[in-house]
């Protein structure tokens, strides 16, 4: 260990980088602009993110909306609950195919991906019991990767065969999602290893619940609540950190599998997928050190003791809060606390549920005595997400694999995009500022 403290000495001096290089020549930062705008790579017209306007240069904040294929998500969701169904495979049909469904489509749509949920033979044994993993997300990956030996015509990138990959892969990510968590708790946590079979006529968000239950029961209330969740997070415009990183991989003509992966490998990290385990994290601090939940003193106080890097893990951030597109508010965010506030009120947690509200309303106020700042704080789909889980009895090793049980509908009609429409212009772009240095013989160093 100490040899490896001796070399990561090395590497922090000779890898840093003056930020003020970044302005110089005009580097962007990630996916961002420097005035916060984001940064143009490719034309999509498969989901918008709008969070405000532009007016001469400066941001007019407005109320965030969220489109697939240029139909506002909160039509699609409301549509479906005064229709009395879910709305996630209709979505998935949206985003997939660019057009709505008839009710004939989407039924054959449905029992084609029921009829998909079963993982190829002898794959669940081998696959996933001979050689699970303690990190679900890396399961998946792994498993997606694994799939391409299962298939047989993996490198064909005709439309009609990458069309078949994609439906198979979103049919089959709730069972592998499942069977791996199930391995997990068999193998490390050491209970009892049970596994169900896929019910074929199941919607996703009932698919999950199935198999992720010993006894296989739930509601139609934490059905519902579920697809909803699935539905939000299926796309979030082709900017995000995982999808873009599916259109990277895909530019380079690779599989199918491989570009999968590598939006998945993107969304396992905390600041993109695993963003609602920090909110967790973070409000059982609060419940456990603000007494009185209701009381609105107590938790700004608190709050502001964590922007100041006071309080929890001292990193000055309230998760769960802010978003880098959306101003006055997030969407999913709004659309997923309605939907909570019923289950809470079935479940008995309406305390926990009003100490979420408030500190979604506090936010706002002690941002701005705390940092100065008059930039616009909402709460974005991460603050309620963990919660909505959490009421599920999902555990947290769960949260960001259905995350990506639900965003893999948006990768998948990406890369089809990338292939179809030949967008080969992501080319990365990098200028060195290391100065130039002579060699020098080892006699002489």
Known sequence: MSDIRDFVSEISGNDYIDSSLYSRFNVKRGLRNADGTGVLVGLTRIGDVHGYLLDEGEKVPVEGKLYYRGIDVEHITATAAAEGRFSFEETVYLLVFGVLPSREQLEKFCTLMGQNRVLPDNFAEDSIMKAPSRDIMNKLG?????????????????????????????????????????????????????????????????????????????????????????????????????????????????????????????????????????????????????????????????LERILRGEAYDHSGLIYGQGHAVYTKSDPRAVLLRDKAAILAEEKNLMDEFNLYRLIERLTPEVFRKIKDSDKYICANVDFYSGFVYKMLGIPSELYTPLFAVSRVAGWCAHRLEELIAGNRIIRPAYKCVQPRLAYIPMEKR
């Open 142 to 302: 792994r498993s997606v990767l694994t799939l391409y030996s299962y298939d047989a015509d993996p490198e064909n990138l005709s439309p009609e065969n990458v069309l078949r990959q994609c439906i198979e892969l979103i049919a089959r990510f709730p069972t592998i999602v499942a069977y791996s968590y199930m391995a997990k708790k068999h193998y490390y946590d050491h209970e009892s290893l049970i596994i169900h079979q896929p019910p074929a006529s199941c919607q996703s968000a009932e698919t999950i619940l199935s198999l992720i239950r010993p006894d296989q029961q739930f509601t139609r209330l934490e059905a519902e609540i579920l697809d909803l969740a699935l539905t939000l997070h299926a796309e979030h415009g082709g900017g995000n950190n995982s999808t873009f990183a599916v259109h990277l991989v895909s530019s380079a003509d690779t599989d199918t599998y491989a570009a999968i992966t590598a939006g998945i490998n993107s969304l396992k990290g905390f600041k993109h997928g695993g963003a609602n385990i920090k909110v967790m994290g973070m409000m059982e601090d609060i419940k456990k050190e603000v007494s009185r939940w209701d009381h609105e003193g107590e938790v700004a106080d608190y």
